[in-house]
């Protein structure tokens, strides 16, 4: 069974940095797409970042330039390293795996989810 178990969330000023982490476990990891996601309070979850199999990423728009995701294949791991963070990005950050190697924005294409890591920035 698939396991993502996500870590670094926080509170954290302004203009800070945090960087998450999610471990995987159940399959092999470097197959597949991973994704970021973030759900803030009264809002639907929305697309934060993607990277394929190969390496390839994707960003939303409001996050270029400031964050950045990585993989790491032999430890299992995917990162969301976050810096410049601005009150807007607070929100419940999720980690996913879908069962392709190529990235997606959409999260009905993710099979299988975290249980979230809380990211607080304050203004």
């Known amino acids: 069974q698939v396991q993502l178990v996500e870590s670094g969330g926080g509170l954290v000023r302004a203009g800070g940095s945090l960087r998450l982490s999610c471990a995987a476990s159940?399959?092999?990891?470097?197959?597949?797409?991973m994704g970021w996601f973030r759900q803030a309070p009264g809002k639907e979850r929305e697309f934060v970042a993607t990277?394929?199999?190969?390496?390839?990423?994707e960003y939303t728009d409001s996050v270029k330039g400031r964050f950045t995701i990585s993989r790491d294949n032999a430890k299992n791991t995917v990162y969301l390293q976050m810096s410049s963070l601005k009150p807007e990005d607070t929100a419940v950050y999720y980690c996913a795996t879908r069962n392709y190697g190529t990235t997606s924005q959409y999260p009905n294409d993710y099979r299988y989810w975290g249980q979230g890591t809380q990211v607080t920035v304050s203004s």
């Open positions: 159940g399959r092999t990891f470097s197959s597949y797409a």
């Open positions: 990277i394929a199999w190969s390496g390839g990423t």
